[in-house]
Nanobody, 124 residues
Framework: QVRVVESGGGLVQAGGSLRLSCAAS????????MAWFRQAPGKERDFVAA????????YYADSVKGRFTISRDNAKNTVYLQMNNLKPEDTAVYYC?????????????????WGQGTQVTVSS
């Protein structure tokens, strides 16, 4: 199993940037696609971005395209989410998880072993 720990969240002004990290432990990290989701208070956990096992394919929610970039370093067992031009509506707890089921990248049911999340707050 792959276990993950997210870090890098914080408080930033609108227009600013943050880079989130997702450090993984366990076997065969490089075999898993990975994704970032986010959850704002009182809302469902929504897809943000995903990356396949090699990093050759990436997927983004429309709301973050052109602003966020997902990447991975399999040698370091880490996935990153570079977030630029942040907006107040990006405020949420951000979670990463390995994709453990085949199928769409976009739904939480394809993922398991979620981390504890990291809070991102964007002030206007």
């Amino acid at each position: 199993q792959v276990r993950v720990v997210e870090s890098g969240g914080g408080l930033v002004q609108a227009g600013g940037s943050l880079r989130l990290s997702c450090a993984a432990s366990g076997r065969n990290f490089e075999a898993y696609a990975m994704a970032w989701f986010r959850q704002a208070p009182g809302k469902e956990r929504d897809f943000v971005a995903a990356i396949n096992w090699s990093g050759s394919n990436t997927y983004y929610a429309d709301s973050v395209k052109g602003r966020f970039t997902i990447s991975r370093d399999n040698a370091k067992n880490t996935v990153y989410l570079q977030m630029n031009n942040l907006k107040p509506e990006d405020t949420a707890v951000y979670y990463c998880a390995p994709k453990v089921h085949s199928g769409t990248y976009y739904t939480t049911s394809m993922y398991d072993n979620w981390g504890q999340g990291t809070q991102v707050t964007v002030s206007s």
